[in-house]
RNA sequence: GCGCCCGUAGCUCAGUUGGAUAGAGCAGCCGCCUUCUAAGCGGCCGGUCGCAGGUUCGAAUCCUGCCGGGCGCGCCA
């Protein structure tokens, strides 16, 4: 619609001999005095062509050519073109939207391949409720980028390398010990959750007491137990260099499987209740083993990216507008979590991918500018990555802060929020907010007050709609009371309440492409509900099955494509639509 | 100190990337169920868009400087 408009539109300027502004737009109007459609185009050519805005709008309106689409043109306001469209013109969507049904508002492929990276949370404990903002953010990114027509899949990155992962196996060997009769304390660095002591329960289930060793001799003279951040950590690491020594390769690497294994599948269970899916999980190890941290820095250091400085070696970053240089290798050779990173991103864009979105938790927003500048400095392109920040989620219960540790095991986990608030509410109240607005979830409001929650309003429409097709099949014959078989009918929708909700459904395709375009889930929410709205409007101001069989045909209809259109906008959310409440 | 995000109605937040009289929900007040689901609808109340400048036909939106809040600034992951 807005194409053909922008059509007539082109037409115009060209017979006044003036050059069409490619920033003009038409935009659908909030007031329906202002027509249906409103163009700027006068507004934003009147310096370039030389008069007042108001006198170009008369000069375009008058070259306008005729369309059957519009019934009459307004200028208005200091030199807008309003548009009043036909009202065959309005109800042509109908037919569109019975074509198309569950693809209405999918775009067209577009042949381009994207990678959502999101959650990724270290396999170290339950997903808590931060980590659901992710999944539902990111997920809804996932469904948004395939209805826009790109080749979408979904990874989670698993961080199975490094220190914390050694935390964790040291965790649960220490338990697995103190379940065999060790007095040996529990260091308070290491993973305190309940967790821990039952997948130790069920390792030693399954292994007998084959992992038993005599800590004590191993850790004299090694740093003490302590509260202290230094002390304490020494002493961690000083028990696992004591497990790595006593159990030796094989079995300490038997310790650290049996929890990874535990805490991924108890993860990805966690999240497909959730509706998240994952193409793939990728495995930090597995980046590492292949020896693409060495490819990748390879890379940086052909491109003359890299230099050695005080025995380690850096990363120019600061040349793509990090705020400084990053080390890759540490002077003791090691490699740091950032270039295992980095080896990790170049695998992804060696898969094909023509862009790549991360989505992280607003605390990493410091390392966003170093990762941007490794993909540039790897491809020459800087806009092939997109970091997505989440900003943080603040748990209110019974009025109170729920503080949130994970080493302490004090914090909410996304399963409990699912069990209170179910998995359709806390979807919609995770992406109901902008993703870089902070989100205060009230437990207490979500779950007491489950009635007043914004998702039970769409819910509502799209349930009350199926009840009415419900009655209308008792009632009618097959024939009449099937919504399609009223498009011959959908002339007779003219009242205000019936132009309001066409107008809102055809917006329904743009809507898709913007939330797409702008990685905004919300768009899609604040879209749903003013079609929502409409609908129980339009509900309480006509009677669907009133006698007269076409007037009723062709509400039944309309009711029906609102149906579809919110069936079609919960699922981008990942929200269910559902028949009966 | 430097950097990123945020500041819009009593509260929680939208605001289609510069458009017309700034919008919802919740809370408060007044109405509407013998008829298709009242988890609904209509109406009222509520605003110096943090502050001050600037850019232009036009600014909540863009630029600059302040003020306030959150987060981050390791050869940690």
Redesign the pocket.
Known sequence: MKDALHALLAEAFAALELDAPAQA?I?????K???DL?A?HA??A??TAGMP?RALAEKLLAALPASPLVAKVEI???G?L?FFLQADARQEVLAQIYAQGAAFGSGAASGKRVLVEFVSA?PTGPLHVGHGRGAAYGDCLVRLLRAAGDTVDAEYYV?D????IDILATSVWLRYLEAGGSKQPFPRKAYQGAYIGASAARLREAVGDVLERDLGAHLENQPPAADDDETGDAHLDALIAAAKALLGAADYRRVLEHILAEQLGDIREDLEAFRVHFEHWASEREVVDAGLVQAALDTLRDNGQTYE????LWFASSRFGD?KD??LL???G?A???ANDIAYHQQKLARGYDRLIDVWG??????VPRMKAAVEALTGQADRLDVQ?V??VSLLRDGEKVSMSTRAGTYETLADLRREVGEDASRFFYV???N?????FDLALATRE???N?V??LQ?AH??I???L??AGERYEAADAQPESGLDERERLDAPSETALLNLLARYPETVQ?AAR?L?P??IV?YL?DVA?GF??W???????VDEVALRRARLCLAGAVATVLRNGLDLLGVSAP???
């Open positions: 737009r935009e659908n109007t909030r007031d005095a202002h027509g409103a700027n507004l934003v009147a310096k805005p208005a306001g200091p807008f309003n270290n961080n390398a490094g220190r914390q400085q005080e025995g380690a705020d990053r080390v540490r002077a003791n090691a740091t979590y950032f607003a605390d990493h927003h410091g390392y920040l900003q943080f109901m907010r902008s870089d607005q902070t989100l205060e489950s009635a007043d914004p039970y309003y509502y349930a009350r199926c009840s009415v419900r009655t913007a702008q905004g919300q768009i604040h509900r709205e129980h409007r509900y309480n101001a006509e009677p669907f099955l028949e009966r409440m």
